[in-house]
């Protein structure tokens, strides 16, 4: 079955402390992304990935890193999480580039203490 | 740079009424335009697209027609279903300038027998 897989599904944590959201397609795809939700602000794009070792930032970059060693996998890695991240995060692949059709994850909901 | 506007929810609507969410987008160049539908707990899926001006997307009896003089791509049912509770977005994105995909906010739409 083609997916994005996100894990974990749900992340509670305390400020400071280092983590790391995966994200992991089987679709061959060569765009990935990962986007923040919160209420009142829609989706916010991150990062994104145009393919192996090559990333760019989003709209709302502060705070987190990114790395695409394998065309499968685009792991969002917080380095020192402070409350203001804590939000549901997606994470989405396409064919080639933005302007295709993107396939979500079903979301991580990390809360920060 | 790119931002898209939807009107504000939650929409309340009784089943078998007429549905519009509103989308108006800011855009360089000439973005494709996306809806995108949120189910509760889940990841967003793709509901239409549209590449270009004039273009018409449709899907699952949704309608959106792309209307670059307006710079507006307003969704439109012509009988909702109480299925169709979810929160829907607008989405615009331009491989010019960097390959971002820019969202609305995000309309709730209730449906209610």
């Known amino acids: 079955e083609a997916q994005v897989t996100q894990n974990p599904r749900y992340l509670i944590t305390v400020t400071g402390k280092k983590l790391t959201v995966t994200c992991s397609q089987n679709?061959?795809?060569?765009?990935m992304s990962w986007y923040r939700q919160d209420p009142g602000l829609g989706l916010r794009q991150i990062y994104y990935s145009m393919n192996v070792e090559v990333t760019d930032k989003g709209d709302v970059p502060e705070g987190y890193k990114v790395s695409r060693k394998e065309k499968r996998n685009f792991p969002l890695i917080l380095e020192s999480p402070s409350p203001n991240q804590t939000s549901l995060y997606f994470c989405a692949s396409s064919f080639l580039v933005s302007t295709d059709t993107q396939y979500f994850g079903p979301g991580t909901r990390l809360t920060v203490l | 740079g790119n931002s898209v506007t939807q009107m504000e929810g939650p929409v309340t609507l009784s089943e078998e009424a007429f549905l519009t969410i509103n989308c108006t987008y800011t855009?360089?160049?000439?973005?494709?335009l996306f809806w995108y539908v949120q189910y509760p707990g889940e990841g967003l899926q793709l509901l239409l697209k549209a590449t270009k001006a004039d273009d018409k997307g449709s899907n699952k009896g949704f309608e959106a027609t792309y209307r670059k003089e307006t710079t507006s791509f307003h969704l439109e049912k012509g009988s909702v279903q109480v299925s169709d509770s979810a929160v829907y977005f607008c989405a615009l994105a331009s491989t010019g300038g960097g390959n971002k995909l820019t969202f609305g906010t995000g309309t709730q739409l209730k449906v209610e027998l």
């Open positions: 679709m061959n795809h060569e765009y």
């Open positions: 855009a360089t160049g000439y973005p494709s």
